[in-house]
């Protein structure tokens, strides 16, 4: 029962993410490189909150539950930031990067654009955030013991798996706003993306209430979603087209050579 737990969270959590990487990353060299150095930062951010957090609970009374519980909330809320403030130093450091590989390149373009960049750094924060988010849980999926014997949920490892799937597109949803908003420099979308993210995290401290949290988690994820579709380029009449199945007909013209006689059927 603790294997099938386990395999069956760990698939809700990172399936989707792990098809993404292995069909849109995996055969990219670069997007490889990007996708590693982009955990990298992310882990950066979550050390120097935890340093935060780390101090500031042991300069307070600990044996004050208030207190500890307004620290937590602290923490989050410095670990959000953190991580907002090292997407947009990631954010200067590939455009650094763009503009060196387009220097090096034959024909002065850069081998990945910028939206590609977004969508990778996005995945990248999703992945590992959403490693070090449910990792514990999906060890303690394993046993010995059943959820849920003591009056708990025995929800809480799949609705956790649904949270952490919720956070890893929410990540790559807000790289590629996040990227164009930088590049366009509309601040309103900046903070709209830093709102968002601070407001998503302050609802996961509603569980156990599970109904009060993932709803509103996933309708925000949909709104981002909808929102880094159309800010990556995408269209209804691409959706449409996607969903009908047709193939677009081929509308070239064929051009023979003078010295040679087309094939008659």
């Known amino acids: 029962m603790g294997a ?11 399936g989707p993410a792990l098809a993404l990487v292995l069909l849109t990353v995996a055969a990219e060299p670069l997007r490889v490189i990007i996708l590693v150095a982009g955990a990298f930062f992310w882990l950066v951010s979550l050390l120097l909150a935890s340093l935060i957090w780390f101090i ?23 670990s959000v930031l953190l991580q907002e403030l090292f997407r947009f130093a990631y954010f200067k450091l590939l455009k650094k990067a763009d503009e ?4 090096i390149s034959g024909d002065g373009r850069s081998p990945i654009s910028l ?5 990778v750094s996005g995945l990248s924060f999703g992945l590992i955030s ?26 809480y490892f799949i609705t956790s798996a649904f949270l952490t799937m919720a956070l890893v597109f929410l990540h790559t949803f807000w790289g590629v706003i996040f990227f164009d908003a930088c590049e366009k420099r509309r601040y309103w979308c900046l ?15 509603l569980n156990p209430w599970y109904e009060a949290s993932l709803v509103p988690i996933y309708i925000i994820m949909i709104c981002m ?16 087209k996607c969903l009908s199945c047709k193939r677009q007909e081929d509308s070239r013209v064929m051009m023979y050579s003078a010295l040679r006689v087309p094939f008659e059927d």
């Open 56 to 78: 500031s609970v042991h300069l307070s009374d600990q044996e004050d539950a208030r207190l500890q519980f307004s620290l937590l909330v602290f923490g989050a809320a410095v």
């Open 225 to 240: 979603g909808a929102w880094a579709f159309f800010t990556a380029g995408g269209s209804f009449r691409n959706v449409l």
């Open 115 to 119: 939206k590609q960049m977004a969508y």
């Open 4 to 14: 099938a737990v386990f395999f069956g969270c760990a698939g809700i959590a990172f």
């Open 130 to 155: 959403g490693v070090f988010s449910v990792i514990n849980i999906l060890a303690d999926s394993m046993g010995p013991g059943i959820v849920g014997i003591h009056g708990d949920s025995p929800y």
């Open 191 to 205: 903070g709209l993306v830093v709102a968002s993210h601070l407001v998503t995290s302050g609802l996961t401290f």
């Open 100 to 103: 060196g590989l387009a220097m």
